[in-house]
């Protein structure tokens, strides 16, 4: 029974779902701005020096990597799940799936619209503010800040939020919701605590990488209404490419095929029961006459015996 209905769940469904997309609603525009408050914080204790930058250069000087190396091999792996090309390819043959299977593409499109945002935003202010990384670091206690490097904020950790986080974006019921939060949670924080660990990152860049992806999540619901248009333009565009030969098919009437012929039966009770029988038509009509003709022969109308009864006579009648 179990495999059934997991089988029945590969399907493709009948009709694309009707759930509606997120609306910005007022409680995400109080969290959007909220954490775009905290983003702005972290960048500006970064440009100010403040105790951030102490904390990052503390952990740098500990390297995790060499106080717990049993973890290295297995985080080497576990930090790819942060890397833009792996995550997107995987998340997208999810994505395409589902797509193919709810007949709609808002799942890519949601995909496509996040990987952009997240380029845009998170590139710009790396490349703006040309952080080194640790292994790069020049002067102790900087910020190494405006030195050509592109390491601040951390793009592994603000893409393990947004793409894994598509995923509890997309989802359909309440419980897949909650348990994909807690899945992208996991990747989000483990990819970032693993660039700390591994020396690339320092906490700095970390910290804003994870807002940096939570404000995109937050933000998608803005994208809503373009990525609509853009579906509707793919759709009416492949329907003008199809050929006029696969035109979709219509009703053909279809012509009643003539029954057998029915045939009263002479005999007692015929004018009881005329109004049983079916009359014919067409050629069953034609073939009732010629069984008619042929059967025995009837006595005329004028022959059969008056059926007009008569009173009965009395004593002076006689």
């Not at 609603?25 to 109080?30: N, Y």
């Not at 106080?67 to 090309?85: I, K, M, N, S």
């Not at 109004?275 to 022969?297: D, K, Q, S």
């Amino acid at each position: 029974m179990r495999t059934d209905r997991l089988l029945a769940r590969l399907e493709q469904e009948p009709e694309r779902p009707s759930n509606p997309a997120p609306r910005m609603s007022g409680t995400r525009k109080v969290l959007f701005a909220a954490t775009g408050v905290v983003y702005a914080l972290i960048v500006a204790a970064v440009l100010l020096t403040t105790e951030l930058v102490r904390w990052d250069w503390q952990l740098m000087l500990l390297r995790p990597y060499k106080q717990w190396p049993e973890f290295h091999a297995f985080l080497d792996y576990f930090v790819v799940l942060g890397q833009r090309g792996p995550t997107a390819v995987l998340v997208a043959a999810w994505l395409g799936w589902r797509s193919w299977r709810q007949r709609t593409l808002r799942p890519l499109l949601v995909l496509a619209s996040a990987l952009l945002v997240l380029n845009v935003s998170v590139g710009a202010v790396k490349i703006g503010l040309g952080r080194l990384g640790p292994h790069y670091a020049t002067q102790v206690g900087s910020a190494e800040l405006f030195a050509g490097g592109d390491i601040f904020p951390s793009g592994h950790t603000a893409n393990a939020v947004v793409t894994w986080g598509i995923l509890a974006y997309l989802a359909t019921t309440p419980r897949a919701r909650r348990v994909l939060s807690v899945v992208a949670a996991v990747f989000a924080l483990g990819v970032g605590a693993t660039t700390v660990y591994l020396g690339t990152h320092w906490l700095s860049d970390v910290l804003l990488g994870w807002v940096a992806g939570l404000i995109i999540l937050l933000g998608l619901p803005w994208c809503e209404p373009s990525i609509a248009r853009v579906e509707a333009k793919i759709y009416a565009y492949r329907e003008r490419l199809r050929p006029v030969g696969r035109a979709r098919p219509f009703p053909v009437p279809v012509t009643p095929m003539a029954g057998p012929p029915v045939v009263a039966r002479a005999g007692h009770g015929d004018g009881q029961h005329a109004g049983a029988h079916a009359e014919p038509t067409g050629a069953g009509r034609a073939a009732a006459v010629r069984g008619h003709t042929t059967g025995r022969a009837h006595p005329a109308r004028g022959d059969r015996p008056s059926a007009t009864r008569t009173a009965t006579l009395g004593p002076r009648g006689r």
